[in-house]
Nanobody
Framework: QVQLVESGGGLVQAGGSLRVSCAASGSIFSINAMGWYRQAPGKQRELVATITSGGSTDYADSVKGRFTISRDNAKNTVYLQMNSLKPEDTAVYYC???????????????WGQGTQVTVSS
């Protein structure tokens, strides 16, 4: 199996910074794209940022210039550095990874359990 475990969420004041991490472990042959989604109460889950295995990144318009996604391929870990946080960034943040468990099998999406980020005004 493959497990994704997020860490680093918490409570921060508006304008502050926070970094969340997500480590993938288990039966992993290769990881393609990794990313972060978030879901606020009463809203649909939305894409925040993605990063390919080669390091190409993409961001939601709402976080461009404030959030930075990065990854450490040797550690199978993806990070999300969040600066200039706003109350509207409050949500549960989920990481995702596209994983091949062994040679010859198809790629599959895996999700973490989520970590709460709360930004107070």
């Amino acid at each position: 199996q493959v497990q994704l475990v997020e860490s680093g969420g918490g409570l921060v004041q508006a304008g502050g910074s926070l970094r969340v991490s997500c480590a993938a472990s288990g039966s992993i042959f290769s990881i393609n794209a990794m990313g972060w989604y978030r879901q606020a109460p009463g809203k649909q889950r939305e894409l925040v940022a993605t990063i390919t295995s080669g390091g190409s990144t993409d961001y939601a318009d709402s976080v461009k210039g404030r959030f930075t996604i990065s990854r450490d391929n040797a550690k199978n870990t993806v990070y999300l550095q969040m600066n200039s946080l706003k109350p509207e960034d409050t949500a549960v943040y989920y990481c995702t990874a596209v994983v091949k468990r062994r040679l010859g099998v198809t790629w599959r999406d895996y999700w973490g359990q989520g970590t709460q980020v709360t930004v107070s005004s």
